[in-house]
Nanobody, 121 residues
């Protein structure tokens, strides 16, 4: 009964920017680590950014310095701001979150269905 929905993807020119959002809904008590992954067509899904419940962040080298992951715990949302986009950023971007459900112990991991980012002139 937990759903993650990504939004903000689309077509952007090289050098442009996008802000991706991941919204969690359902019977949520708390959310631990949230991560963004991406999967270019024909390639493996890879981790690009993550943020813990206390705000610690990690970035893959491919996006470090031009991306910022942030979270709004009150709204159960996580954002990924990406700047200076290039064609190698073209991929389906997925949100992954560790969620503790209300009235239930422990955490479960959930995936969103993904949002397409296409960088092209």
């Amino acid at each position: 009964q937990v759903q993650l929905v990504e939004s903000g993807g689309g077509l952007v020119q090289p050098g442009g920017s996008l802000r991706l959002s991941c919204a969690a809904s359902g019977s949520i008590f708390s959310i631990n680590t949230v991560a963004w992954y991406r999967q270019p067509s024909g390639k493996e899904r890879v981790l690009i950014a993550a943020i813990t419940n206390d705000g610690r962040t990690n970035y893959a080298d491919a996006v470090k310095g031009r991306s910022t992951i942030s979270r709004d715990n009150g709204k159960n949302t996580v954002n990924l701001q990406m700047n200076s986009l290039n064609t190698e950023d073209t991929a389906v971007y997925y949100c992954n979150a560790e969620v503790r459900r209300t009235m239930l112990p422990g955490f479960r991991t959930y995936w969103g269905q993904g949002t397409q980012v296409t960088v092209s002139s």
